[in-house]
């Protein structure tokens, strides 16, 4: 069916790229945009680099202007959150719906829609500990969280991350650099140890640990110290107390998978299941972003989350080509990045399942690579500081090609030129 309407809800990075292709690829009817935070659609990665070091102001986050969306007769309803939605039934008004949905803020604001698209995104997973609520105790998800952290990050001089991630480590990366003390706990015996191979995790710790951080592995947490205002401490189950002004807890985020759920839609532990086409157990309905569970997008059957811009960019063009009736699968090869003070993470392809690592180059120079392997085959790369790895890899994997691992730790020639056919 040709859609009158369409409702995007979540005003993110997602639901941005959803409405923009819509638009690029000739639909012309009703668009909307509906978010719960008071901003319209702005990049989140600065929020834990430049942003939260100062070099960065709240105009350069936005993803768009307000003029762009204007232009485009794109109507983006700011600070409402969608409470309810549904398909068919009858609406206030007493008008049959049909095969119309409605979704009903929280302003009891009505919107009516033909096509849905859903964006989410995700939220910061809590720390039950007690004393979570102590003044300090933050999370960094939104630029709200971010005001927050900024606006206690000067007088602050002991800073403590929760949580050896992504997020984590470029706060604390961000903390050492402004001079501060930095300490961070992780549970696991290594950093990163989700994302990234042994290898890497390890160089990370070795390379904090050499900028002045104090890396924890195995940190049991027993409570937080301090009051309401503000947090003191943080109590280790040994009973060890470790001083803090900051507490930045970054242990990893849920999918936001409640309208989802409302719909009636296969959710699974919070994150809404799509097909390669981002289409949702009910095909008129498409989802994309940190919120959604999909096929993995190389291949081999598996389901994977991918909380990236990569994917939130990608996935939602294939999500507005399914709104509009195309059916083009999503096969882009997934990419990242994390800035930590001046080291540059970048890692291409997905490394689960891999059952061989080859390092290129020397860790200790904070310029190498960490190639992954299953069954011979080339399925991704970390890098560190270094850019022509990076692309080569991404390159031999969006053209299924591979490199054979008994060449790649070979410095002395390029990567790209041992690039082969797969
Ligand atoms: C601090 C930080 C640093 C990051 N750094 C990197 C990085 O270096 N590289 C990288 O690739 N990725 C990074 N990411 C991840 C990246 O930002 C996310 O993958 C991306 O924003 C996902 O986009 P999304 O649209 O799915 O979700 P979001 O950007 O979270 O947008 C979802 C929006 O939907 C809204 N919403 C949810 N439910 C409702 C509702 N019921 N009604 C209305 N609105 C609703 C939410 O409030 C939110 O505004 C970072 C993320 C954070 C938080």
Redesign the pocket.
Known sequence: MAHESILI?????????IAVTLREDGYEGELTI????P?G?????????AYLAGDADVESLELRSPLFYVERKIVVITD????S?SFGGTASDGSDLGERGVAV??TGRELHFTGLAL??????RRLPLPGADFGGVLY???LA??DILRSRWGAAQNVVVVGGG??GL??AAGARKAGKTVTVLEAADRLIARAVSAETSEFFRQAHERRGTSVRLGAQLSHFVGDADQVTGVQLADGEVIPADIVLV?IG?IA?G??AEQLGLEVINGAIVVDEFARTSDHRVVA?????LLPHPLGGGTQVR???????VDQ?RIAAASLLGKSEPYHAVP?????QADLKLQIAGLSTGYDQTVVRGNPDDEKFSVLYFREGRLIAIDTVNDAPDYMAVRRALGDGQTIDPATAADTSVKLKTLVIDA
Do not use: C
Request: charged share 25%; hydrophobic share 35%.
């Open positions: 809800v979540g005003a993110g990075q997602a639901g941005m790229q509906v978010g719960e935070e901003h659609p702005y990049q989140r990665p600065p929020l834990s680099k409402e959150k969608v409470e939605i803020t929280s964006a989410p995104g995700s939220t910061p960094l998800r939104d969280d971010a992504f997020i470029e706060v970054g985020v936001r409640e309208l994309a972003g940190d919120a959604v991918l909380e990236s811009v990569q994917n939130a939602s990419w990242f990045w994390s800035d």
